[in-house]
C-alpha cells in the first residue's frame, strides 16, 4: 500500500503540473498576474497582502488560480469545486485525528499543519498520498493497532467539529460570498488569500482547545468513544453531503433538464463536470477558469484515491490482526457503495471508523476481563 500511495503521490507531478504546462493553464496564469488583471473579470489583480514580496507573489497567484472557481461564471467548475470542499475538508479531519492518536506522537503524523500547508501549494494530490504513505511506515497505529495507541484526547474530540466550522466552513464560506453584489471584488480576494493556510488555523486551534480544555474533561472511555463517534458522523456528513449535492444537481440535467436555465443544461451535465480529461491527450484550454476544473479533476481524484487506500490499508491490517481474516468480497462491495453514497473520502472515513470501533471492542479491556472472568470459573 505504501508503494502505491508514494506513486500516486508522484503522479501528481505528471497529471496535474505538467499537463498544466501542457494544456495552456500555466501561460495563461502567468500571463494574467502579469497584466495585473483578474482573469475574466475586468477588476485588477491584487498583489499586495503582507508587504513580504515571496508571499504576495504566491497569494497573486493563487488567487488569480481559485478566483475563477468562484466567481460564479463557471458553472461547471463551481459545481465541482463544492464537491471537492466536501472531500478535502472530511479528508483532513482524518489526517487531524490521527495526528492526535497516541501513538504517533513525536512521528510525522504528529504535524498536519506542514503537510496541510504544501497541499494548498502543491496539491492535495501530492501532499496527501504522501503523508498517508509516511504515517503507514512511521506509526505503531498503523501496524500494531491497539486501544491504547489509537487514543485520541477527549478535550480534542470534543472540539474538532467546532475547530473545522470556525478554521475551515467559515473562511470558505467567506470566501464564496458573491463579488461585487455581498463582497468587493477586492474583498473577495483578499478572503482567497485568508482561507489558504486554513490547514495551519484548524491545527493551531486544535492544540489551543487541548491545552485550554483538557482540565476540564475526564479519561472517560465511554465519553470518549462517543465523542468519537460524533467526530466521524460529522466528516462523513461533510463528505456525503457535498458528493450528493454534486452528482444531484449534475444528474438532475438528464432527468429534468427543464428545471435548469438552457445555459446550465450543458454546463452542470455530468460529462462536463466529471469529465476526465488524459494528460496525453493533446488538450489545449482557452481560459484559466477551463484549466483550473482539468486540475482540480486530477488533484481530486488522485487525492481522494490515496485517503481511501490508506483507509482500507488501517481497516485490513486491523482486521488481519485481531480476527486473522479479511472478509474481502463485503468489504469491496462495501467501499463501491459508500463511494457511491458518499464519495470515496466518505467511505474511507467509514472504514477508519470501523476500524476503530473494532479496535476498542476487541482491545479495549472489557471483552478481556469477560474472557478472564469466565477462565477463572
Request: hydrophobic residues 55%; glycine residues 6%.
Amino acid at each position: 500500500m505504501r508503494a502505491v500511495l508514494f506513486s500516486l503521490s508522484a503522479s501528481a507531478l505528471y497529471a496535474i503540473f505538467y499537463f498544466s504546462y501542457a494544456n495552456g493553464l500555466h501561460e495563461l496564469g502567468h500571463k494574467a498576474v502579469a497584466s495585473g488583471k483578474l482573469p475574466g473579470v475586468n477588476a485588477p489583480l491584487r498583489t499586495v497582502y503582507t508587504g513580504f514580496e515571496p508571499v504576495d507573489r504566491l497569494l497573486a497567484l493563487l488567487t488569480t488560480f481559485f478566483y475563477p472557481a468562484l466567481d460564479g461564471q463557471n458553472a461547471t467548475l463551481l459545481l465541482h469545486s463544492i464537491g471537492f470542499s466536501g472531500t478535502f475538508g472530511a479528508a483532513w479531519m482524518l489526517i487531524v485525528l490521527e495526528s492526535w492518536r497516541k501513538g504517533n506522537s513525536g512521528t510525522v503524523a504528529a504535524y498536519p499543519a506542514i503537510f496541510g500547508l504544501a497541499a494548498q501549494v502543491f496539491t492535495f494530490a501530492f501532499a496527501t498520498p504522501l503523508l498517508c504513505a509516511l504515517q503507514l511506515g512511521c506509526s505503531v497505529t498503523a501496524s500494531r493497532p491497539h486501544a491504547e495507541n489509537i487514543r485520541v484526547p477527549r478535550a480534542v474530540l470534543a472540539a474538532l467539529p467546532a475547530v473545522f466550522v470556525v478554521g475551515f466552513m467559515v473562511p470558505t464560506q467567506f470566501m464564496v460570498l458573491p463579488a461585487p453584489a455581498v463582497l468587493t471584488v477586492d474583498l473577495k480576494q483578499i478572503a482567497i488569500a485568508l482561507w489558504q493556510p486554513w490547514p495551519a488555523y484548524v491545527s493551531i486551534l486544535t492544540t489551543a482547545a487541548y491545552y485550554l480544555l483538557s482540565p476540564f474533561y475526564s479519561n472517560n472511555k465511554r465519553a470518549a468513544k462517543s465523542a468519537l463517534r460524533w467526530v466521524y458522523a460529522f466528516a462523513f456528513g461533510h463528505a456525503a453531503l457535498a458528493h450528493l449535492v454534486t452528482w444531484i444537481v449534475s444528474l438532475t440535467t438528464i432527468v429534468a433538464p427543464a428545471l435548469f436555465d438552457a445555459r446550465f443544461v450543458d454546463a452542470l451535465h455530468p460529462s462536463k463536470v466529471f469529465s476526465v480529461p488524459l494528460p496525453w491527450s493533446g488538450l489545449k484550454i482557452d481560459t484559466v477558469s477551463d484549466g483550473v476544473h482539468v486540475f482540480l479533476r486530477w488533484d481530486y481524484m488522485i487525492g481522494s484515491a490515496g485517503v481511501l487506500i490508506w483507509a482500507i490499508s488501517l481497516y485490513t491490517v486491523a482486521h488481519k490482526q485481531i480476527l486473522s481474516t479479511v472478509a474481502w468480497p463485503s468489504l469491496l462491495l462495501k467501499i463501491v457503495l459508500l463511494a457511491v453514497v458518499a464519495g470515496p473520502t466518505g467511505a474511507a472515513v467509514e472504514l477508519i471508523w470501523e476500524r476503530d470501533e473494532l479496535v476498542f471492542n476487541e482491545t479495549g479491556g472489557n471483552k478481556q476481563q469477560v474472557t478472564k472472568g469466565k477462565k477463572s470459573s
